[in-house]
Structure formats: structure tokens, C-alpha cells
């Protein structure tokens, strides 16, 4: 599990290298057994943020 603190001042960038690191993180592992989690935490802040951060996803 890979917790993203989402603010005003999140960016787009910020939240793929987190998606990134995560997919990273799993790679050549078994995939039956393992999975990587990104946990958006306080989504609803980033909502604020200028650069709007959640069209990535």
C-alpha cells in the first residue's frame, strides 16, 4: 500500500509518480498473490488544488 496525501497543492505529476512507484513496486512479483494499492487520502482536497491533479485518473 502506497498513501498519496492529497492537498490544494497536489499536482498531476505527483499523483503518477505514486502510480508509478506502486506499479514499480510489484513488478516481477506474482500477481495472483501480490497486488500494489495506492490510497488517495483526502481526495477531496486535491479538488481544490489549480492544476486539477485528479483528470489523471
Same mark, same amino acid.
Given at each position: *500500500?502506497?498513501?498519496?496525501?492529497? !492537498?490544494?497543492?497536489? @499536482?498531476?505529476? $505527483?499523483?503518477?509518480? @505514486?502510480?508509478? #512507484? ?5 513488478? #516481477? ?6 497486488? !500494489? +494499492?495506492? +490510497?488517495?487520502? /483526502?481526495? $477531496?482536497?486535491? /479538488?481544490? !488544488? &489549480? &492544476? *486539477?491533479?485528479?483528470? +489523471?485518473?
Amino acid at each position: *500500500m502506497i498513501p498519496y496525501q492529497c !492537498s490544494p497543492l497536489s @499536482t498531476p505529476q $505527483g499523483i503518477v509518480d @505514486t502510480f508509478k #512507484e506502486c506499479a514499480q513496486f510489484q513488478k #516481477e512479483k506474482d500477481l495472483n498473490s501480490f497486488v !500494489s +494499492v495506492v +490510497v488517495l487520502d /483526502e481526495v $477531496g482536497l486535491a /479538488e481544490d !488544488s &489549480r &492544476r *486539477m491533479p485528479l483528470k +489523471v485518473l
